[in-house]
């Protein structure tokens, strides 16, 4: 069985170091990029001076144009098709190399990159473009201390992107950083443990709390049952793995933890509208 390949960071100026930016020019060298369905280790920033193009990021499609900021978490699935008049940055760095440490920062980090795409505000934009190109002649430079100033300037590029959609309802903004930091340790566990653990019972044991308590971190954040958040976390899976692959449903059923695959196909019809098959045939 095939699976989605996962890529990471491309450490070229300095092999230790788990951050990478480079401009779109030096990437795509005067040709059209194009990528196929994959996911990444790290976040991803992609910030688009100009350009057109296609994106997909977890089967969401989005618009490719000027003023338009990409901003992916760890093992989201996307493809992407950047024509040749792009012009911008694409960045990369791991949660090692940028765990911001005061709550605050911590919060926000984890609102603005809770969002997949960002655009308009060409103001705002030019800001950030501005904090790229410092990060960029930091990372080429590698003068004394320019990780340090690398973090820095990510710190006010959070800042700065957070700006764009003040007036939105964010969950995670309206909720208390207790709910959140739950919320993000259920996500987690969901990673690891989905294949084997699918009951709500199993997280809040997990999690030390009750299942009534675990319902209020998801309904306060996501406004969703912990039960449809589960769910929810199981399909996306599901997807990834019908585009990935050519197998057999009975097989990619098990690999999800489904010894039955009529449960499975059913499950997977009651939330996502249609059959897996269905599912495949739409994307072929």
């Given at each position: 069985?095939?699976?989605?390949?996962?890529?990471?960071?491309?450490?070229?100026?300095?092999?230790?170091?788990?951050?990478?930016?480079?401009?779109?020019?030096?990437?795509?060298?005067?040709?059209?990029?194009?990528?196929?369905?994959?996911?990444?280790?790290?976040?991803?920033?992609?910030?688009?001076?100009?350009?057109?193009?296609?994106?997909?990021?977890?089967?969401?499609?989005?618009?490719?144009?000027?003023?338009?900021?990409?901003?992916?978490?760890?093992?989201?699935?996307?493809?992407?098709?950047?024509?040749?008049?792009?012009?911008?940055?694409?960045?990369?760095?791991?949660?090692?190399f940028y765990a911001p440490s005061e709550e605050s920062t911590k919060r926000l980090f984890r609102k603005i990159s809770s969002k997949n795409h960002y655009s308009g505000h060409p103001e705002k934009f030019r800001s950030l473009i501005?904090?790229?190109?410092?990060?960029?002649?930091?990372?080429?430079?590698?003068?004394?201390?320019?990780?340090?100033?690398?973090?820095?300037?990510?710190?006010?590029?959070?800042?700065?992107?957070?700006?764009?959609?003040?007036?939105?309802?964010?969950?995670?903004?309206?909720?208390?950083?207790?709910?959140?930091?739950?919320?993000?340790?259920?996500?987690?566990?969901?990673?690891?443990?989905?294949?084997?653990?699918?009951?709500?019972?199993?997280?809040?044991?997990?999690?030390?709390?009750?299942?009534?308590?675990?319902?209020?971190?998801t309904k306060t954040t996501l406004k969703k049952s912990c039960s449809v958040v589960i769910a929810d976390f199981i399909i996306l899976e599901?997807?990834?793995?019908?585009?990935?692959?050519?197998?057999?449903?009975?097989?990619?059923?098990?690999?999800?933890?489904?010894?039955?695959?009529?449960?499975?196909?059913?499950?997977?019809?009651?939330?996502?509208?249609?059959?897996?098959?269905?599912?495949?045939?739409?994307?072929?």
């Amino acid at each position: 069985m095939s699976i989605i390949p996962v890529r990471h960071i491309q450490k070229i100026a300095q092999p230790t170091l788990e951050f990478n930016i480079r401009s779109l020019a030096e990437v795509m060298d005067g040709r059209t990029m194009l990528q196929s369905l994959h996911r990444h280790s790290f976040f991803f920033v992609l910030a688009l001076e100009n350009g057109s193009g296609e994106h997909s990021i977890d089967f969401v499609s989005y618009p490719v144009n000027k003023h338009t900021i990409f901003f992916m978490r760890p093992a989201q699935v996307h493809q992407l098709k950047l024509e040749i008049d792009c012009k911008g940055y694409l960045m990369e760095f791991s949660s090692d190399f940028y765990a911001p440490s005061e709550e605050s920062t911590k919060r926000l980090f984890r609102k603005i990159s809770s969002k997949n795409h960002y655009s308009g505000h060409p103001e705002k934009f030019r800001s950030l473009i501005g904090i790229l190109s410092n990060i960029s002649l930091e990372y080429i430079n590698k003068e004394d201390g320019y990780s340090a100033i690398i973090k820095s300037n990510l710190d006010i590029f959070c800042t700065i992107l957070n700006r764009y959609n003040p007036a939105s309802i964010d969950p995670l903004a309206t909720s208390s950083n207790y709910y959140a930091e739950r919320l993000e340790e259920l996500k987690e566990l969901l990673q690891l443990h989905f294949q084997s653990f699918k009951k709500v019972t199993d997280y809040a044991g997990f999690m030390n709390l009750s299942v009534y308590q675990l319902n209020t971190v998801t309904k306060t954040t996501l406004k969703k049952s912990c039960s449809v958040v589960i769910a929810d976390f199981i399909i996306l899976e599901a997807k990834r793995l019908l585009l990935a692959s050519n197998v057999q449903i009975s097989q990619l059923s098990w690999c999800l933890g489904y010894d039955d695959v009529s449960y499975f196909i059913r499950f997977f019809k009651r939330h996502a509208g249609y059959s897996p098959e269905a599912f495949r045939r739409s994307f072929q």
